[in-house]
């Protein structure tokens, strides 16, 4: 059983005694989600490519004492077990994956994407996530149970324009969410998505640079998501308090898709 402590007892959403390993975490909806973990009492491993960004995450959440590093490519399947041996003997568990991992380096028409880099993304968003779930339940979840956060996105439950590839990838995690819930939740696992719309990050900096009030306005709340936004609800579908929800994918677009057409 995974660790339980007096706080966790009393309060649902604590994370006291728990390790959440976070995937592409260096900045942005990944650091906010592991920021959101911590100030919740988790100890969390942080990985994504490049190692500098990776130690000013770790410092901006407490030091080694709370977070460690573990630098590479989501893609690679010797980072994978690094860096969930690396909770494991470090921590003492696994309680909780966050797999946000995702690349898009295509822009435009599908009918005219290069096979090949729609193959990496693929291979990065989809593969990489469900290797890191198939790692994570190998060594501490598939024992012990444990809750899976997906990252998915509002490109992957509608068209998108000029970022279809990326969409794609994203409808797979969407679907992978529910076939993993289903499949773990007798082993006390659950696994749910968010689906983000444009979240005010670097790595989304091109859907709305320039014209943040032109883009803000298309949503009813009347702004932009920001990367806290996703970690508070990442925390909530992670924790205790959502002890009965799994399979679902939470949207998370400030009421955009509910509006309907623009």
Do not use: C
Not at 38 to 62: I, Y
Not at 85 to 106: C, K, M, Q, W, Y
Not at 216 to 229: C, F
């Amino acid at each position: 059983m995974r660790p339980v402590t007096e706080a966790a007892r009393t309060d649902p959403t604590s994370f006291a005694g728990r390790t959440a390993l976070v995937t592409g975490a260096s900045r942005g909806i990944g650091l906010a989600i592991a920021r959101s973990l911590v100030d919740r009492g988790a100890r969390v491993v942080l990985t994504a490519r490049k190692p500098d960004a990776l130690a000013e995450a770790v410092e901006a959440l407490g030091g080694p004492e709370l977070a460690v590093a573990v630098p590479g490519n989501a893609a690679d399947p010797e980072h994978r077990a690094e860096a969930v041996r690396t909770a494991v003997e470090t921590f003492g568990s696994l309680d909780h994956l966050v797999g946000n991992v995702g690349i898009n380096p295509v822009y435009g028409p599908m009918v005219d994407a290069p096979l090949d880099a729609f193959r990496k993304i693929l291979d990065t968003n989809v593969v990489g996530t469900l290797g890191l779930v198939q790692e994570a339940h190998r060594a501490w979840m598939g024992e012990h149970g444990g809750s899976v956060v997906i990252v998915a996105s509002v490109a992957g439950i509608k068209a998108s324009q000029n970022i279809g590839a990326y969409g794609v990838s994203k409808a797979a995690l969407v679907n992978l969410t529910t076939q993993l819930a289903v499949e773990l939740g007798p082993q006390r696992i659950r696994v749910n998505a968010v689906a983000p719309a444009v979240v005010k990050t670097r790595f989304a900096e091109a859907l709305f640079e320039g014209r943040e009030d032109t883009v803000a306005k298309q949503y009813p709340v009347g702004r932009l998501g920001v990367p806290e936004d996703i970690g508070e609800a990442a925390a909530y579908l992670l924790s205790d308090a959502a002890g009965w929800v799994t399979g679902q994918t939470m949207v998370l677009d400030g009421g955009a898709l509910s509006q309907g057409p623009i």
